[in-house]
């Protein structure tokens, strides 16, 4: 019994001691209650200032997001019309290309090197018809222009066919030979002229005389070719085995006192 009476003693005390600390620690709360901790409202105004700064942080990333996204935008507007510039100077450039070719060939300030162009071209068509009546003149030879890239040339050369093909230049030839080519020259002229405006008439001054008989003949034979053709051919010479090919002649005989006489015949 009487350690009963210890032990109900011994829990009677820690009652009275816990029911005393239960009683100040409520009183601890009521005055804790009735007064907030020192310093929450300065952090609730520093985070509301904190809220009110992020606020405007993300208003202005979303302004500088959108001015981006315009920037963006307008690039790649400017990188399709970039694309579309880029062809143009792409096609613009062939087209400079071709006509920097035509200057480098023909362009000058004086027209000279375009004279030239047109010279060499209508030298060689010209060429082609003199050598066609080359071939019933003087089949031995050909006429070419000097072929020289660097300084192009109007010059002329004759290509030897007996000579296997070798070129000559055309002082070479004697003086018959020299009166045919020339003579294959003023036809092929003539021949030229034709394609817009017809030769009715051809002339021929001197010359006739450096012909031996057989290329007199040769050259005979050509100019009455041309007389059946339709053209009239005139020939001034004083070369008398002449007149037994020649139809039709007009005499020049002079006469006393400077004049002279003209005869048809």
Request: hydrophobic fraction near 45%.
């Amino acid at each position: 019994m009487r350690a009963e009476r210890d032990a109900l003693q011994a829990i009677a005390d820690r009652h009275t001691a816990a029911a005393s600390v239960l009683a100040e620690r409520r009183r601890q709360l009521a005055a804790h209650l009735a007064q907030p901790p020192d310093g929450l409202e300065t952090d609730a105004a520093a985070l509301q200032a904190a809220l009110d700064a992020l606020l405007l942080e993300r208003q202005a990333a979303n302004q500088e997001a959108t001015r981006l996204r315009l920037a963006i935008a307008q690039d790649d507007a400017r990188r399709h019309g970039a694309q579309a510039m880029l062809a143009q100077i792409e096609a613009q450039a062939v087209i400079e290309r071709r006509w920097a070719s035509l200057n480098e060939l023909i362009g000058s300030a004086d027209g000279k090197k375009f004279r030239n162009y047109a010279q060499q071209f209508t030298l060689e068509v010209l060429l082609g018809y003199a050598n066609a009546h080359l071939q019933h003149l003087a089949r031995r030879y050909q006429l070419e222009r000097i072929d020289n890239p660097n300084n192009p040339s109007l010059g002329l050369m004759v290509r030897d066919q007996d000579m296997g093909g070798e070129l000559r230049s055309v002082h070479s030839l004697s003086g018959g030979e020299s009166f045919l080519v020339s003579l294959a020259l003023a036809l092929g002229l003539a021949s030229l002229s034709s394609n817009r405006v017809r030769v009715e008439s051809l002339f021929i001054d001197e010359g006739f005389g450096s012909l031996d008989t057989e290329t007199l003949r040769v050259a005979m034979d050509a100019l009455d070719g041309l007389q059946a053709m339709g053209r009239k051919v005139g020939v001034i010479s004083h070369v008398q085995e002449m007149t037994e090919r020649i139809a039709t002649r007009i005499l020049v005989q002079p006469g006393s006192g400077g004049k002279s006489v003209v005869t048809v015949r």
